[in-house]
C-alpha cells in the first residue's frame, strides 16, 4: 500500500519550453500532495504544498506563476514548470499523505522523482 | 525558524555493526518525526515513523525519541553494505509539512 509513482522519470528539453510532470497516488487517495525540489548533494526543498480541490500553497522564495500545481482529483496532482531554464534543472520529487482513514495518515509517500535537465 | 539539524557523516562503520544516527529539532510543537532512506540519485524512502517518547522497534531499525531534549534516533543493528545511504531525519507538527534536516551519510564497509 501506500505508492506513490511520477512521470516522466526523466526530461530533457530545451531552454523556454515548458514541463509537466504528473504524480499519482495508486493505492489510496491522497488529499494532500507536496512538491520538492532537491539539488545535488543538498536536502529537500520543500516548494509547495498542493491540496485536492483548492489553490496550492507556495513556499516562500518559490514562484508560482513559473510553478504551477494542479491538484484536481485525489489521485493525481501535476507540477508544470513554465518557460523553464538551465537553473531549474533538478531532481522535482512529489509526495502524498496517507489516507485520511488510515494509519498512515500523519505519514508521507514519496514518488520516485523526475529529473529535469534544461538545456 | 523551526529547523532539524543532523551531523552530515559520513558515518562509517564496519558491516556487522550498530549505527547510530542523530537527530535534534528546534519546534517543540513537533509532534511526529520520521527517518527516510534515501540511496543516490533515488527519492527518500520511509524507513520509521514515531510520535511518542522512548524506542520503537521494527526489524533491525529502533527509533528512539526523547520530546524533552527534542532528540530522535535511529539505531541499525547489523549493518549491512545495502545499508549505506543518505538517512534524512524529519519532523513534523500542527500542520501538514514536515521539516527535513540534511541528512547523514552512511557508509557500511564490508
Known amino acids: 500500500g501506500a505508492v506513490v509513482s511520477q512521470h516522466p522519470s526523466r526530461v530533457i528539453c530545451k531552454s523556454g519550453t515548458s514541463v509537466k510532470i504528473e504524480c499519482r497516488s495508486l493505492d489510496f487517495q491522497a488529499t494532500t500532495m507536496f512538491w520538492y525540489r532537491q539539488f545535488p548533494k543538498q536536502s529537500l526543498m520543500l516548494m509547495a504544498t498542493?491540496?485536492?480541490?483548492?489553490?496550492?500553497?507556495?513556499e516562500q522564495g518559490v514562484e508560482k506563476d513559473k510553478f504551477l500545481i494542479n491538484h484536481a482529483s485525489l489521485t493525481l496532482s501535476t507540477l508544470t514548470v513554465t518557460s523553464a531554464h538551465p537553473e531549474d534543472s533538478s531532481f522535482y520529487i512529489c509526495s502524498a499523505r496517507g489516507d485520511y482513514f488510515s494509519p498512515t495518515y500523519n505519514e508521507q509517500f514519496f514518488g520516485p522523482g523526475t529529473r529535469l535537465t534544461v538545456l | 525558524q523551526k529547523e532539524v539539524e543532523q551531523n552530515s557523516g559520513p558515518l562509517s562503520v564496519p558491516e556487522g555493526a550498530i549505527a547510530s544516527l542523530n537527530c535534534t529539532y528546534s519546534?517543540?510543537?513537533?509532534?511526529?518525526f520520521f527517518w527516510y532512506r534515501q540511496y543516490s540519485g533515488k527519492s527518500p524512502e520511509l524507513i520509521m515513523s514515531i510520535y511518542s517518547n522512548g524506542d520503537k522497534e521494527d526489524g533491525r531499525f529502533t527509533a528512539q525519541l526523547n520530546k524533552a531534549s527534542q532528540y530522535v534516533s535511529l539505531l541499525i543493528r547489523d549493518s549491512q553494505p545495502s545499508d549505506s545511504a543518505t538517512y534524512l531525519c524529519?519532523?513534523?507538527?500542527?500542520?501538514?509539512?514536515?521539516?527535513f534536516g540534511t541528512g547523514t551519510l552512511l557508509a557500511v564497509q564490508p
Open positions: 524529519a519532523g513534523g507538527g500542527a500542520t501538514n509539512k514536515l521539516i
Open positions: 498542493s491540496n485536492e480541490g483548492s489553490k496550492a500553497t507556495y
Open positions: 519546534d517543540r510543537g513537533s509532534q511526529s
